[in-house]
């Protein structure tokens, strides 16, 4: 804040009134930039360890290759001819693209799933008595269950293929969201819904507007958990047999005994992952902001 002082007045006596001038919010392109480059250092720093462990020669090159072996096999996977599309085998060179969609739209498919289902079973579990001692026990138990564990039983029941790989990565995803919209709405103090209630909020809204949005910052911390499960939990969806996506890759590179091709996908999963949880937050942020400190 800047002060200055105000023009005299005709009265030889009247002392400088001071005047507060607003200050210009500070600039945030250098807070961005300092940000955005501390955030780049970490990275880039364990790319010169690698970089500088495969040149000494520390490590065998068929067990961790060169970061320019993988940065090779990334420009193939992604811009590389494509081969004839052969049922049953897995494309690498120019198929980058065509595997990271199929990834993406089972995670975004079985995420949508599970956040409309997990937040309808938290409201009822935050807001019922009844529900939560009759459904809790259950719904503590299953999601203690590994993913692995439902993979046999996902195969049974929907065989080889897409509906088993939605479905394995539904349950991964749907927990997060269960446990964040049923522990916050629970954590709701009574005065809001007392206040809501003088001020003539019907009963029937009051898991919208009171209880829904009091929850929002604990819900959006649960989502954010959600999508990064959904999408570690794709790599597991696509062990029962599909023949697209990057953990189908991954698996078929395993068979192959295609590190780099292992470490591509590795990347793609890291990349993709971050970016999907900076853009979920970025969208939230304005829906709780009012929480912020």
Same mark, same amino acid.
């Given at each position: 804040?800047?002060?200055?002082?105000?023009?005299?007045?005709?009265?030889?006596?009247?002392?400088?009134?001071?005047?507060?001038?607003?200050?210009?919010?500070?600039?945030?392109?250098?807070?961005?930039?300092?940000?955005?480059?501390?955030?780049?250092?970490?990275?880039?720093?364990?790319?010169? =360890? %690698?970089?500088? *462990?495969? /040149?000494? +020669?520390?490590?065998?090159?068929?067990?961790?290759?060169?970061?320019? !072996?993988? &940065?090779?096999?990334?420009?193939?996977?992604?811009?590389?001819?494509?081969?004839?599309?052969?049922?049953?085998?897995?494309?690498?060179?120019?198929?980058?693209?065509?595997?990271?969609?199929?990834?993406?739209?089972?995670?975004?498919?079985?995420?949508?799933?599970?956040?409309?289902?997990?937040?309808?079973?938290?409201?009822?579990?935050?807001?019922?008595?009844?529900?939560?001692?009759?459904?809790?026990?259950?719904?503590?138990?299953?999601?203690?269950?590994?993913?692995?564990?439902?993979?046999?039983?996902?195969?049974?029941?929907?065989?080889?293929?897409?509906?088993?790989?939605?479905?394995?990565?539904?349950?991964?995803? =749907? %927990?997060?969201? *269960?446990? /964040?919209? +049923?522990?916050?709405?629970?954590?709701?103090?009574?005065?809001?819904? !007392?206040? &809501?209630?003088?001020?003539?909020?019907?009963?029937?809204?009051?898991?919208?507007?009171?209880?829904?949005?009091?929850?929002?910052?604990?819900?959006?911390?649960?989502?954010?958990?959600?999508?990064?499960?959904?999408?570690?939990?794709?790599?597991?969806?696509?062990?029962?047999?599909?023949?697209?996506?990057?953990?189908?890759?991954?698996?078929?590179?395993?068979?192959?005994?295609?590190?780099?091709?292992?470490?591509?996908?590795?990347?793609?999963?890291?990349?993709?992952?971050?970016?999907?949880?900076?853009?979920?937050?970025?969208?939230?942020?304005?829906?709780?902001?009012?929480?912020?400190?």
């Amino acid at each position: 804040m800047t002060v200055a002082a105000a023009p005299a007045s005709t009265g030889e006596d009247q002392l400088l009134a001071p005047v507060i001038l607003p200050t210009p919010p500070p600039r945030r392109t250098a807070v961005s930039r300092q940000r955005w480059a501390l955030g780049v250092l970490a990275p880039a720093l364990l790319i010169g =360890l %690698w970089e500088m *462990v495969s /040149a000494l +020669g520390w490590v065998a090159p068929n067990l961790v290759p060169s970061p320019g !072996e993988v &940065a090779g096999s990334a420009w193939q996977f992604f811009f590389g001819p494509a081969s004839a599309n052969i049922p049953g085998v897995v494309a690498f060179s120019g198929a980058g693209w065509g595997h990271l969609g199929a990834s993406v739209s089972r995670c975004l498919i079985a995420w949508s799933a599970a956040v409309v289902v997990g937040t309808a079973l938290g409201l009822a579990l935050g807001l019922s008595r009844l529900v939560r001692h009759l459904l809790d026990p259950l719904v503590n138990g299953l999601r203690a269950v590994p993913l692995y564990a439902w993979l046999p039983l996902a195969l049974v029941w929907f065989g080889i293929g897409e509906s088993a790989a939605r479905v394995l990565i539904f349950i991964g995803a =749907l %927990w997060p969201v *269960v446990l /964040a919209v +049923g522990d916050g709405v629970l954590r709701v103090p009574k005065a809001y819904v !007392e206040t &809501a209630r003088m001020l003539g909020t019907d009963r029937r809204q009051l898991w919208y507007r009171v209880y829904l949005r009091a929850a929002l910052p604990e819900i959006v911390t649960g989502l954010r958990l959600s999508l990064t499960l959904a999408w570690m939990c794709v790599i597991v969806g696509e062990l029962s047999g599909t023949s697209t996506g990057v953990g189908a890759m991954m698996n078929a590179a395993r068979e192959g005994g295609r590190i780099d091709e292992i470490v591509v996908g590795l990347l793609v999963f890291a990349v993709v992952g971050f970016l999907a949880d900076a853009g979920l937050r970025r969208a939230a942020r304005p829906w709780v902001r009012w929480a912020a400190a």
